[in-house]
């Protein structure tokens, strides 16, 4: 994107901190206290770019305030929902109805460009324009100079005009409609406070700063922003947030030295440079010979840790640098070990039994009386759907059915507590998904419609993320590095730590060759460069091409790698593999900034080899230990080897002791190794 020449100005006081979660907290608490000798606490509104993040900031802040107040904090689209909700009687779509709809918008658009009616006929296209419509949604973009970019605007105009016909918005206008709101007579009817403290200023976008600019209007104004941390606008703005603003006050906050080996980590991801020891603190290298054998190394260090006394899952983040699959990806292997797992950008929509239960249900209601029914999938109670497709209502008819069914008794007979709390909430995502269907008359309220919505949502969710912060339960927090900036974990786990992935390839979208997207100065995120724009983004030099965009994309990747590192409070791990899942299993390189970071800062050491404390782990060693024992015996009639069987039985005897204590448990793994062991003996059983 190109910059303004001219700054926006802001009557108020910036305040820049030194790159590091205390110095920002630190900063906030004092600014904050500040403006609270001068105001009551409802009178301050606290307003940050990201809704993750708004609870880590309201919890720092809630020891500030008097007696049984809380910080009034929110983030920009939140804030923009209550305004609306206030102003307009449109209906906000959620994330999952918006995809839906701009998928069946988008089936028949005619096109004007040659490029995208050829590329409409590829499967992954309306997914691959979806993203880059949410992007130019999200920051009012005009794209004027590219043929294909403004075929996309108008396909987005086009949309938003359809849903406007039917009273609908998608979250991605909330912002710029509450703006226009703002600028109007109606804004002393939705602004209430007298002072507004802007957290993670570095990271607003110019729809944002225009927001915050009406929001505050003639309000005490401070904003918060930390140096060389900035991510989110960085991939569509280059150079510091100073380089588009000026305040009529400018200071400096907190920039006290790191006061952990995990704060010091981060920042010479972040800066490039070597900090003092502070000689607190863990920072360790997980390596294992694969990405599957990682996931389930960081299972077992995960169980290792909440085995112990005061620790939780809660406790624990496993970051991976983008979202979508990767966080799917990731949940799924920790899960597979018996870890709860929670995230805020991926609902687990794709994996979940409950879900895929009533995906059964509904296609068996809407097939014709021609078709057969499918002879896979869950039994299902016919005489009971038969009943529930002559209702008349799609929403209350799959609202019987579960409840006739006992799909909630069976939910929570089978899900842990955890778990089953994320099931009933994908439940009554599908609910409202036949609600909507029957409210609105964007579609026919069929059950076929019901079926083609749902199927959808089902096979998208690993790669579709949520622009809100969902609900929260209580296991680990799996998500990408972005997404837990500002918050504190007391581990924190940074997977796929090669080359291939930190930095990887510059990549912005699938819609146009990596070369062309580059050479698109109308692009919404950060395209044409030059070595100025890397120089006064990013204060690192890391090993990359000559050009300014490979480099740009290199150093943002250390970047994330930074703010990822600064989450830990107590442990931080570095996990890579060494060979990728290939046929030819190829060798994978550490990645340059890991190895760098290895020679440099001597506190980062190999991290101890595991206990066994997963049960799959467990399972793994048992069986292995049975064929390593065998193998022992069989030696010392091909090689000049002494066994002691004395030692084979007594651990094979601590064994059977281990499983005669575990119950059903025990017995499935006592078969198991009965059969290992005929197995390896020749035996065939039955």
């Known amino acids: 994107m190109s910059k303004d020449p001219s700054p926006q100005q802001f009557d108020g006081t910036l305040v820049k901190a030194a790159f590091g979660g205390a110095n920002v907290e630190q900063t906030v608490l004092e600014e904050y206290s500040a403006l609270l000798d001068e105001h009551d606490s409802e009178d301050v509104l606290v307003v940050s770019s990201a809704p993750t993040s708004t609870e880590a900031f309201r919890e720092a802040l809630d020891e500030e305030v008097p007696g049984a107040a809380t910080p009034n904090v929110t983030s920009f689209v939140v804030h923009a929902t209550d305004v609306l909700n206030q102003t307009d009687d449109r209906v906000i779509l959620s994330d999952a109805l918006r995809r839906e709809l701009l998928h069946r918008f988008l089936a028949d658009y005619e096109w004007e460009t040659e490029y995208f009616r050829q590329a409409s006929a590829q499967p992954s296209f309306i997914e691959d324009v979806d993203a880059v419509m949410s992007t130019i949604t999200w920051q009012t973009a005009t ?3 590219s043929p294909e970019l403004r075929d996309i605007v108008a396909a987005l105009e086009a949309f938003h005009e359809w849903l406007a016909e039917h009273d609908h918005m998608e979250r991605g206008q909330l912002i710029q409609e509450a703006l226009d709101v703002l600028s109007g007579d109606a804004r002393d009817d939705v602004v209430d406070f007298d002072a507004v403290l802007a957290v993670e200023f570095e990271e607003f976008f110019p729809l944002e700063r225009a927001y915050l600019d009406a929001l505050s209007g003639d309000c005490e104004l401070v904003c918060v922003a930390e140096e060389n941390a900035s991510v989110r606008r960085t991939w569509v703005e280059t150079g510091p947030v100073t380089d588009y603003v000026s305040f009529s006050e400018s200071r400096r906050g907190a920039s006290g030295s790191p006061a952990t080996r995990l704060a ?41 840790l909440v085995a112990q006394s005061g620790w939780s899952y809660d406790d624990i983040a496993v970051a991976t640098k983008q979202s979508g699959s990767a966080v799917t990806d990731t949940i799924e292997a920790l899960e597979g070990t018996g870890i709860p797992t929670e995230s805020t950008t991926v609902t687990g929509f794709g994996d979940d039994p409950a879900i895929r239960e009533l995906l059964a249900v509904v296609r068996y209601l809407s097939i014709d009386d021609e078709e057969e029914v499918p002879d896979h999938g869950p039994e299902l109670h016919t005489e009971r759907l038969d009943r529930v497709s002559e209702m008349d209502s799609l929403d209350d008819a799959i609202r019987w059915w579960a409840t006739d069914s006992g799909l909630k008794e069976r939910i929570a007979e089978r899900a842990a507590p955890l778990d089953a709390r994320a099931q009933f909430g994908n439940v009554r995502r599908a609910f409202r998904m036949a609600e909507f269907l029957e409210e609105t008359e964007f579609v026919d309220a069929t059950w076929e419609s019901f079926e083609e919505m749902l199927e959808r949502a089902h096979e998208y969710a690993p790669q579709q993320n949520q622009t809100s912060a969902t609900d929260l339960n209580g296991g680990v927090r799996v998500d990408h590095l972005q997404a837990i900036k500002n918050e504190s974990f007391r581990v924190v786990f940074l997977v796929n730590l090669v080359d291939s992935e930190y930095p990887g390839d510059p990549f912005l979208t699938r819609l146009f060759p990596t070369e062309r997207v580059a050479s698109m100065p109308d692009y919404p995120g950060v395209t044409e460069l030059d070595g100025a724009d890397v120089d006064a983004t990013f204060p690192t030099t890391s090993t990359a091409s000559g050009r300014p965009f490979t480099q740009y994309h290199t150093e943002h990747a250390r970047r994330r790698l930074a703010v990822g590192a600064g989450a830990a409070v107590e442990r931080l791990y570095c996990c890579l593999y060494e060979y990728e899942d290939t046929a030819l299993e190829e060798r994978a390189q550490a ?81 198991a190794l009965r059969a290992r062991v005929e197995f390896a003996n020749g035996e065939v059983r039955r």
């Open 143 to 145: 794209p004027e100079e």
């Open 264 to 304: 010091a980590t981060a920042t010479y991801f972040a800066e490039d440079t070597v900090p003092e020891d502070p000689g607190s603190g863990s920072v360790s290298v997980l390596a294992t010979d694969s990405s599957d054998e990682q996931l389930a190394e960081i299972a077992n260090e995960i169980e290792e």
């Open 591 to 671: 990645s340059r900034f890991l190895t760098a970071a290895y020679d440099d800062l001597h506190w980062m050491t190999e991290a101890d080899e595991p206990h066994i404390t997963s049960e799959q782990a467990a399972e793994k060693y048992l069986l292995s230990r049975v064929d390593d024992a065998l193998a022992e015996v069989r030696r010392v009639n091909s090689q000049d080897v002494t066994v002691s069987l004395s030692e084979v039985e007594a651990e094979l005897g601590e064994i059977q002791e281990l499983l005669e204590q575990s119950g059903s448990r025990g017995d499935e793994l006592r078969e």
